[in-house]
């Protein structure tokens, strides 16, 4: 008893501590991101978090303890983390009141901060509807210390979510130094969806839909950005990018098959569900388009940015390949240039399906970014890995251990 009590004392002040070194008045004041000194820098991506479910059943809110749990078992079995990505779908807004719906924020950082960790999020189609905001959702985790979460466009119609991180070497002092240029970018985009806050409504037929792709003016300022970056650095700069939705690249793989052993991991939601579908190309919805191919011009961003190795999603609870995208695919336009399109973990007790929880685990080293290749790998909830791959030249032709197809045994827990 007494023993539990100091502990929880320890743990207490370890928080109050870490808070104090993260700085009081949320991410504007944290230092860059670097790399350690042997070279490392991992990022441990939850996504489809889905907090916030049925609030009024004993159900709902035992899932997001469920969830803080998954959370606290993948950092305790992954040391070296260096930043934590929320890679869409933190809250399931369809289910959440307005005058509380952020404040699942709070139960999603704590963690985090108690680990000293901060976080980037992107924001997925459930983190818009009537009653919750991407914007209020964003004020929230940046009340929080850890939070690196910011907007880099303004706009009503680009989604939050828009922004890129910098990561230095770790030698770096000043990284406003010439001679400190980043090693590596990490990119965030917002494929928006859902529905509009407190637009049409109350009823569930009368809310209006958000377009679900990331938006071509976003587009347009992650090329010039990176050509910016790019040009005052004098080198192309390897890159990873984040986004909850997958482009239709990924649905026009699918249709070719994905292999168990070349893309270890589930492939359940199939035909999966990706950008711009449900749309229309004149940028209506309602009409019975199947799809509005509006993610064309990310698609081509992202296969025509040297350095860019893989872009990591959600959003599919089923899906947990990467894909090398390294040829012209049956039906598509676009040839893809070798840029990895990886899915990652359900991670979140709410949402549907019951496929065993966990998160996408990316190691970087400097050493293999010189050869512009990532180890990543999905941490379970029980401690265990699976489909741990290297993203290089030759994977998708290299053969790895198939992904076992787990579902949750925990009769309270299923959707
Ligand atoms: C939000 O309010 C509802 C209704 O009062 C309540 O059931 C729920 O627990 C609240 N959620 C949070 C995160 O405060
Ligand atoms: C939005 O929140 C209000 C206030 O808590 C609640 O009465 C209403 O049912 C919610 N609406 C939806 C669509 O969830
Ligand atoms: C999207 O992918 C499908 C295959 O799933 C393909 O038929 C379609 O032509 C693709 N559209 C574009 C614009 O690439
Ligand atoms: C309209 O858009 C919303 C939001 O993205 C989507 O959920 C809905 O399915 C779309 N409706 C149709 C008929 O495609
Ligand atoms: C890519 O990584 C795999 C797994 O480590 C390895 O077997 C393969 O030889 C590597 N390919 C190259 C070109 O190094």
Same mark, same amino acid.
């Given at each position: 008893?007494?023993?539990?009590?100091?502990?929880?004392?320890?743990? @207490?002040?370890?928080?109050?501590?870490?808070? &104090?070194?993260?700085?009081?008045?949320?991410?504007?004041?944290?230092?860059?991101?670097?790399?350690?000194?042997?070279?490392? @820098?991992?990022?441990?991506?939850?996504?489809?978090?889905?907090?916030?479910?049925?609030?009024?059943?004993?159900?709902?809110?035992?899932?997001?303890? %469920?969830?803080?749990?998954?959370?606290?078992?993948? =950092?305790?079995?992954?040391?070296?983390?260096?930043?934590?990505? =929320?890679?869409?779908?933190?809250?399931?807004?369809?289910?959440?009141? =307005?005058?509380?719906?952020?404040?699942?924020?709070?139960?999603?950082?704590?963690?985090?901060?108690?680990?000293?960790?901060? !976080?980037?999020?992107?924001?997925?189609?459930?983190?818009?509807? @009537?009653?919750?905001?991407?914007?209020?959702?964003? &004020?929230?985790?940046?009340?929080?210390?850890?939070?690196?979460?910011?907007?880099?466009?303004?706009?009503?119609? +680009?989604?939050?979510?828009?922004?890129? =991180?910098?990561?230095?070497?770790?030698?770096?002092? #000043?990284?406003?130094?010439?001679?400190?240029?980043?090693?590596?970018?990490?990119?965030?985009?917002?494929?928006?969806?859902?529905?509009?806050?407190?637009?049409?409504?109350?009823?569930?037929?009368?809310? +209006?839909?958000?377009?679900?792709?990331?938006?071509?003016?976003?587009?347009?300022?992650?090329?010039?950005? %990176?050509?910016?970056?790019?040009?005052? *650095?004098?080198?192309?700069?390897? #890159?990873?990018?984040?986004?909850?939705?997958?482009?239709?690249?990924?649905? &026009?793989?699918? $249709?070719?098959?994905?292999? &168990?052993?070349?893309?270890?991991?589930?492939?359940?939601?199939?035909?999966?569900?990706?950008?711009?579908?449900?749309?229309?190309?004149?940028?209506? $919805?309602?009409?019975?388009?199947?799809?509005?191919?509006?993610?064309?011009? @990310?698609?081509?961003?992202?296969?025509?940015?040297?350095?860019?190795?893989?872009?990591?999603?959600?959003?599919?609870?089923?899906?947990? !390949?990467?894909?090398? !995208?390294?040829?012209?695919?049956?039906?598509?336009?676009?040839?893809?240039?070798? +840029?990895?399109?990886?899915?990652?973990?359900?991670?979140?007790?709410?949402?549907?399906?019951? !496929? +065993?929880?966990?998160?996408?685990?990316?190691?970087?080293?400097?050493?293999?970014?010189?050869?512009?290749?990532?180890?990543?790998?999905?941490?379970?909830?029980?401690?265990?890995?699976?489909?741990?791959?290297?993203?290089?030249?030759?994977?998708?032709?290299?053969?790895? *251990?198939?992904?076992?197809?787990?579902?949750?045994?925990?009769?309270?827990?299923?959707?």
């Amino acid at each position: 008893m007494l023993a539990a009590a100091v502990l929880r004392l320890l743990d @207490f002040l370890g928080v109050v501590r870490k808070q &104090a070194i993260l700085s009081s008045i949320g991410g504007a004041a944290l230092p860059p991101l670097k790399f350690q000194a042997d070279g490392s @820098f991992q990022i441990s991506v939850f996504e489809d978090l889905h907090f916030g479910e049925n609030a009024w059943t004993t159900w709902g809110p035992q899932q997001d303890i %469920n969830t803080v749990k998954v959370i606290n078992s993948v =950092l305790d079995a992954e040391p070296s983390v260096d930043l934590v990505v =929320l890679n869409g779908d933190l809250i399931t807004g369809e289910n959440t009141f =307005l005058e509380n719906s952020t404040f699942y924020v709070d139960q999603i950082v704590q963690p985090l901060m108690k680990r000293g960790l901060t !976080w980037a999020s992107t924001y997925g189609n459930h983190d818009s509807d @009537f009653n919750l905001s991407r914007s209020d959702i964003l &004020a929230r985790e940046q009340s929080w210390a850890g939070a690196r979460t910011t907007s880099m466009i303004s706009g009503d119609t +680009v989604g939050v979510s828009n922004y890129y =991180l910098p990561v230095y070497a770790a030698d770096c002092t #000043s990284p406003t130094a010439s001679d400190c240029t980043p090693e590596l970018l990490l990119w965030f985009f917002d494929s928006r969806g859902g529905f509009k806050f407190q637009q049409g409504g109350p009823s569930k037929h009368q809310l +209006v839909g958000q377009p679900c792709w990331v938006d071509h003016a976003v587009v347009e300022w992650f090329q010039q950005t %990176n050509a910016d970056l790019v040009n005052s *650095a004098g080198k192309t700069i390897p #890159s990873l990018a984040f986004v909850h939705i997958p482009t239709n690249a990924s649905s &026009a793989f699918q $249709n070719v098959g994905v292999n &168990a052993h070349r893309q270890p991991g589930l492939n359940k939601d199939k035909p999966l569900s990706s950008q711009a579908q449900g749309w229309c190309a004149d940028g209506t $919805n309602g009409s019975g388009c199947k799809y509005g191919e509006q993610d064309v011009p @990310f698609m081509a961003a992202i296969t025509s940015t040297p350095g860019l190795m893989a872009v990591f999603s959600g959003h599919d609870h089923g899906d947990t !390949w990467c894909y090398r !995208w390294d040829r012209r695919l049956p039906g598509m336009d676009i040839k893809g240039n070798g +840029v990895n399109l990886c899915f990652g973990q359900h991670s979140g007790y709410g949402g549907y399906s019951n !496929w +065993v929880r966990g998160a996408r685990q990316v190691v970087v080293s400097k050493e293999k970014l010189a050869d512009s290749v990532v180890d990543t790998h999905i941490r379970l909830e029980a401690g265990n890995v699976v489909g741990s791959v290297t993203l290089n030249s030759t994977y998708g032709e290299d053969s790895y *251990a198939a992904t076992p197809n787990g579902e949750t045994q925990c009769p309270t827990c299923a959707y």
